[in-house]
């Protein structure tokens, strides 16, 4: 452990170089409007991160926000201002396709980022699913393990859990039964992880989705991010069942439980659970399907049996 952390240090030091860094941008489709909202995280401390090893998180750990300013987002002919406070900038904008389209970010007359979204042209349900030892082993019931997985492992050498990403890639051809999904990625991993997690989901096939991360380690509770999120995720799509999965390792089932209870006719079909850590206190009471699963081809039959597939 002490050897990690002056590891840590040394290239902390080494990350001197001050630039101004998008770290995440998060973009959700509005399917009845074919327009998109945005929310991005911009720093104004650090490397400017390029890739995805550990020099760009370690500087993304060190960031500052940028307190105030503006940036132009552009996609197709379309460019708008969106103000920044404390770090963070959001807007509404129109895209010609949901099937392909590219966001930019511009800060002081310079490209900051790009990225290329597909996403489907309408969905019939929304997935909303945890990242760490849901469908990425990280070990989070080991804090050690946890970080050294968390920074010191490239994004070729993590594993996704198993049988995940063919099981969300049949759900993302509509093979639930309940139509065609829209995938958030809601973690409470900080947003300086975006570019590693971005790319660990299109290392390994995951379907195209949104993906929310926490600011920053420091900010806010685990179980606040997950519950406001889950808020606006309900407010975004009013429309449209919520399907949530999520891990016994941290808190996801009570969070789950909670959200469900707490919403008015909660729109919420089914809660999936990957049990990492033995729980006495399994939430089995809710009128809706709450599974638990450790193997994916049990899930398949679970969920079958409690509607959630045909």
Same mark, same amino acid.
């Given at each position: 452990?002490?050897?990690?952390?002056?590891?840590?240090?040394?290239?902390?030091? &080494?990350?001197?170089?001050?630039? /101004?860094? !998008?770290?995440?941008?998060? @973009?959700?489709?509005?399917?009845?409007?074919?327009?998109?909202?945005?929310?991005?995280?911009?720093?104004? %401390?650090? #490397?400017?991160?390029?890739?995805?090893?550990?020099?760009?998180?370690? %500087?993304?750990?060190?960031?500052?926000?940028?307190?105030?300013?503006?940036?132009?987002?552009?996609?197709?002919?379309?460019?708008?201002?969106?103000? $920044?406070?404390?770090?963070?900038?959001?807007?509404?904008?129109?895209?010609?396709?949901?099937?392909?389209?590219?966001?930019?970010?511009? #800060?002081?007359?310079?490209?900051? +980022?790009?990225?290329?979204?597909?996403?489907?042209?309408?969905?019939?349900?929304?997935?909303?699913?945890?990242?760490?030892?849901?469908?990425? &082993?990280?070990?989070?019931?080991?804090? &050690?393990?946890?970080?050294?997985?968390?920074?010191?492992?490239? @994004?070729?050498?993590?594993?996704? &859990?198993?049988?995940? *990403?063919?099981? +969300?890639?049949?759900? %993302?051809?509509?093979? /639930?039964?309940?139509?065609?999904?829209?995938?958030? #990625? !809601?973690?409470?991993?900080?947003?300086?992880?975006?570019?590693?997690?971005?790319?660990? !989901?299109?290392?390994?096939?995951?379907?195209?989705?949104?993906?929310?991360?926490?600011?920053?380690?420091?900010?806010?509770?685990?179980?606040?991010?997950?519950?406001?999120?889950?808020?606006?995720?309900?407010?975004?799509? /009013?429309?449209?069942?919520?399907?949530?999965?999520?891990?016994?390792?941290?808190?996801?089932? @009570?969070? +789950?439980?909670?959200?469900?209870?707490?919403?008015?006719?909660? *729109?919420?079909?089914?809660?999936? $659970?990957?049990?990492?850590?033995?729980?006495?206190?399994?939430?089995?009471?809710?009128?809706?399907?709450?599974?638990?699963?450790?193997?994916?081809?049990?899930?398949? !039959?679970?969920? #079958?049996?409690?509607?959630?597939?045909?």
């Amino acid at each position: 452990m002490r050897k990690l952390l002056l590891t840590c240090l040394l290239v902390i030091q &080494v990350a001197s170089l001050s630039a /101004t860094d !998008l770290l995440d941008l998060r @973009v959700f489709p509005l399917f009845d409007s074919h327009k998109i909202a945005f929310a991005g995280v911009i720093s104004n %401390s650090g #490397y400017k991160a390029t890739g995805t090893g550990l020099r760009a998180k370690l %500087s993304g750990l060190r960031s500052r926000w940028l307190a105030s300013s503006t940036v132009i987002v552009e996609s197709g002919m379309q460019k708008i201002s969106a103000s $920044i406070k404390d770090g963070e900038f959001s807007g509404v904008m129109n895209v010609a396709s949901f099937a392909s389209f590219t966001v930019s970010v511009y #800060y002081d007359s310079k490209k900051l +980022y790009q990225e290329q979204f597909n996403f489907p042209d309408k969905a019939d349900f929304i997935v909303v699913s945890d990242i760490d030892d849901t469908i990425l &082993v990280t070990e989070v019931t080991s804090r &050690v393990k946890m970080v050294y997985n968390s920074l010191f492992k490239d @994004v070729n050498k993590r594993k996704p &859990v198993d049988g995940t *990403p063919e099981f +969300y890639r049949a759900m %993302s051809r509509g093979e /639930t039964g309940m139509g065609i999904p829209h995938f958030i #990625y !809601l973690s409470s991993s900080p947003a300086f992880l975006s570019r590693f997690l971005k790319a660990f !989901l299109v290392h390994n096939n995951f379907p195209p989705g949104t993906l929310v991360l926490k600011k920053s380690l420091t900010s806010g509770d685990h179980g606040d991010h997950k519950t406001g999120w889950l808020k606006e995720i309900l407010a975004k799509y /009013t429309d449209k069942p919520l399907l949530l999965f999520g891990d016994s390792g941290e808190k996801d089932p @009570v969070i +789950y439980r909670d959200f469900v209870e707490s919403t008015l006719k909660s *729109p919420v079909k089914g809660i999936v $659970i990957h049990e990492v850590a033995s729980k006495k206190d399994k939430i089995l009471s809710l009128k809706i399907p709450f599974i638990y699963w450790s193997n994916i081809e049990a899930l398949k !039959l679970n969920m #079958y049996r409690n509607g959630l597939l045909k």
